[in-house]
């Protein structure tokens, strides 16, 4: 939410070297707090959905109607992961029909920064989240080069599956 233009910078520094007693102003002034649109709720999520034919009409569609929407989003840190939410759970039918899962199982370990690298050793976890794929049908994180024969091994399972 903040006012960047060349002119409110060099003056925020003006006013920051020859009159700090008037920066709690001068923020107010040039830092402009975010106008949440009339029209919408603000909903967040992950920025990974599969949204259906129905849905991604309904966004442009949306769009096109409130340009304001993404005037509130221009400087978000993490529109992505705001605005299409946003625009689909304002609306009430499409909020009650909506499934709150991303499909992806993602090995998150306390502590760390990123999802773990599966390995061999993950097979027999990966193998039961296959075996119910209706709440998994993507997972996160492989390295080719540290080990690729994880990948193997679940293409095998799932050909032996798809036998059965």
């Not at 106008?35 to 991604?56: D, K, V």
Request: aromatic share 14%.
């Amino acid at each position: 939410p903040l006012s960047f233009s060349r002119k409110n910078i060099v003056n925020y520094f003006r006013i920051m070297i020859y009159s700090p007693s008037l920066l709690p102003k001068a923020i107010s002034l040039f830092f402009k707090r975010r106008e949440i649109p009339n029209h919408m709720e603000f909903y967040g999520g992950e920025a990974w959905w599969i949204l259906r034919n129905s849905s991604i009409c309904y966004i442009l569609k949306f769009l096109s109607l409130h340009p304001d929407c993404m005037l509130s989003h221009e400087y978000s840190l993490t529109p992505d992961e705001e605005l299409y939410h946003s625009i689909l759970c304002s609306n009430k039918s499409i909020r009650e029909n909506t499934r709150n899962t991303t499909l992806k199982y993602i090995n998150w370990k306390e502590g760390n920064q990123s999802p773990d690298i599966f390995n061999m050793d993950d097979f027999p976890l990966l193998k039961a989240k296959i075996d119910n794929m209706e709440d998994y049908l993507f997972a996160r994180k492989f390295d080719i080069e540290k080990c690729s024969s994880i990948l193997d091994k679940i293409d095998d399972y799932v050909d032996t599956m798809s036998i059965m």
